[in-house]
């Protein structure tokens, strides 16, 4: 693929909220910087990524385990889906990163996630919380609610969940959203003053917040909610990707541009979401830090 001009599409990021610290990560300064800073340290951390090899524990849901494993391979990180109360507190110990996905939250692997998400806040391992479908569904929403409170790194959903979460809304229909991730901005930077965390509403454009400062990445492909586990997955890249530096909202960024850029790869060899799904496996392998910087979009 030929280099291009990089698409910045605004020179700045919008530091509009008012008060409040910033949730960039455990010893990690706040900083100021441009999307074209981004652009470049996100090409920088998949260089990281590939080089370190990042250990990520998945406690995700039934229903895309097997394509989260392969999204982490892809990529150049090392899956482990270590999901049973007495192996989860121990693993994330020593894991890199840690996803808690609320999809499928059997009472097995409930207790699993608490055990895990105590261990990881503990010893510092980054971690991301995906609150699938809360809102709308009262035992997740309880466990959600309980996660919140050991402060996870990263907060990733939907324009629903995120306002559910917040409190400010009832969900969704389901795992699907039914607001769109601007509507889900002042929800988004409530979560991360309050949590100390990293919030990223996926959408059309994704945006990213710390609670002051916001990124809208507008790279991806609707094909991406065509895939099951296309949604989930991201999570865990975040995951990898934040255990590659202690600036959370940098490595949140990189995550969303460089997956959402393989998936905009993907789309242009897939005849449909079956091929689209193999596609981004191997999209994910072959991205390099050159096209990030010509193809990311951010703002």
């Not at 997740?140 to 919140?148: D, F, G, I, N, S």
């Not at 409170?149 to 959203?177: F, K, M, Q, Y």
């Not at 895939?227 to 600036?247: H, K």
Request: charged share 20%; aromatic share 2%; proline share 6%.
């Amino acid at each position: 693929m030929s280099a291009r001009t990089p698409q910045i599409d605004s020179p700045t990021i919008d530091h509009s909220a008012t008060g409040g610290r910033t949730a960039g990560g455990e010893g990690a300064p706040a900083r100021e910087g441009t999307a074209h800073d981004l652009v470049a340290e996100s090409a920088a951390l998949l260089d990281r990524v590939r080089a370190s090899a990042p250990l990520v524990q998945a406690i995700t849901n039934t229903v895309v385990t097997g394509f989260t494993a392969n999204v982490l391979l892809a990529l150049g990180a090392a899956p482990a889906m270590v999901d049973i109360p007495g192996e989860a507190s121990p693993f994330a110990t020593i894991a890199g990163g840690l996803l808690i996905n609320l999809g499928t939250p059997h009472a097995e692997p409930r207790d699993a996630m608490r055990e895990a998400a105590r261990a990881a806040s503990a010893c510092g391992t980054p971690w991301v919380l995906d609150p699938v479908a809360v809102g709308s569904l009262p035992v997740r929403t309880a466990l959600a609610a309980e996660l919140l409170d050991l402060r996870p790194t990263v907060i990733r959903g939907n324009a629903s969940e995120i306002i559910a979460v917040a409190g400010r809304g009832r969900g969704g229909r389901g795992v699907d959203a039914t607001d769109d991730p601007e509507s889900a901005l002042d929800a988004a930077r409530e979560l991360a003053h309050d949590h100390g965390s990293i919030v990223a509403v996926s959408g059309a454009v994704d945006v990213i917040t710390d609670g002051e400062r916001v990124v809208r990445a507008g790279n991806g492909h609707p094909l991406l909610t065509k895939v099951t586990g296309g949604g989930c997955a991201l999570g865990a890249v975040m995951a990898a990707f934040a255990a590659t530096s202690a600036d959370r909202f940098a490595t949140t960024v990189a995550a969303v541009t460089v997956y959402n850029i393989a998936a905009e790869h993907a789309e242009r060899q897939a005849w449909g979401p079956g091929t689209f799904a193999a596609n981004l496996l191997d999209s994910l392998a072959a991205i390099t830090p050159e096209h990030v910087i010509s193809e990311a979009r951010l703002s």
